[in-house]
């Protein structure tokens, strides 16, 4: 069965700080895609990122940056020198090949504080 | 941005009434979701569509019924609403890249419907 962890409740960083958010996953599929979303407080869910269990290459995207690690299971997100606008809940979501059914972890809900 | 609408956006409604959320794309996309969001749980699928009168159940589908009869709309009723259905509804679209092997892709999603049942 398909498991999406993340562990971290709640952040609370002060501007300019590097977060990182854990995302930890379980499948027995070998073909599966991970994803990121952003939550802000307007409550939109907006896609960041969507990535194959074939391509374990480390994405940068400005001042995110995600490292994907099969050995550990792990999807884990990094924003470099945080800022306010970066405040809301970050979700994790696997998805196996063939599936229909995302499963999400409950999410992290990061503060950014000026 | 992924043309999705869902109406209404807020509803308060009473234990026991019907309730029926509607969401509406305009890109063509094959495939429709229905999801809740709850403190604590993420977003949990309760049922999902791969096309005109094609639906199935998710995770979370005991209380709801769907239903597609156009491309572009996907309904979530809720026959008979109980105070636990108090959540916030999300619907998403996705298209596959490939045939049916490549089924998996991006979901994109709407803007959200809070609902309370009092």
């Known amino acids: 069965a398909q498991k999406v962890t993340q562990a971290q409740t709640e952040i609370s960083v002060v501007e300019k700080e590097d977060v990182t958010l854990d995302c930890v996953y379980e499948t027995r599929d070998t073909t599966y895609y991970l994803f990121w979303y952003k939550q802000p407080p307007s409550g939109e869910l907006v896609f960041l990122i969507r990535?194959?269990?074939?391509?374990?290459q480390n994405e940068i995207s400005g001042r995110y940056s995600w490292n994907f690690q099969k050995s550990t299971s792990s999807f884990n997100f990094t924003i470099t020198a945080s800022q306010v606008v970066d405040s809301a809940v970050y979700f994790c979501?696997?998805?196996?090949?063939?599936?229909?059914?995302?499963?999400f972890g409950a999410g992290t809900r990061l503060f950014v504080k000026a | 941005d992924a043309g999705i609408t869902q109406s209404p956006r807020h509803k308060v409604t009473e234990t026991g009434t019907p309730v029926t959320l509607r969401c509406h794309q305009t890109e063509n996309h094959r495939y429709m979701y229905w999801y809740r969001q709850d403190p604590g749980h993420g977003l949990r699928l309760i049922h999902y569509?791969?096309?005109?009168?094609?639906?199935d159940k998710g995770e979370v589908s005991d209380g709801y019924s769907v239903s597609r009869s156009k491309t572009e709309d996907f309904l979530l009723t809720l026959e008979s609403a109980t105070s636990s259905q108090t959540s916030v509804y999300f619907c998403a679209i996705s298209d596959p890249r490939g045939g049916i092997a490549e089924s998996t892709d991006t979901q994109y999603f709407g803007p959200g419907t809070r609902l309370t049942v009092l």
């Open positions: 569509s791969y096309g005109v009168k094609d639906t």
């Open positions: 979501a696997l998805t196996e090949l063939g599936g229909f059914k995302t499963i």
């Open positions: 990535r194959n269990s074939f391509d374990e």
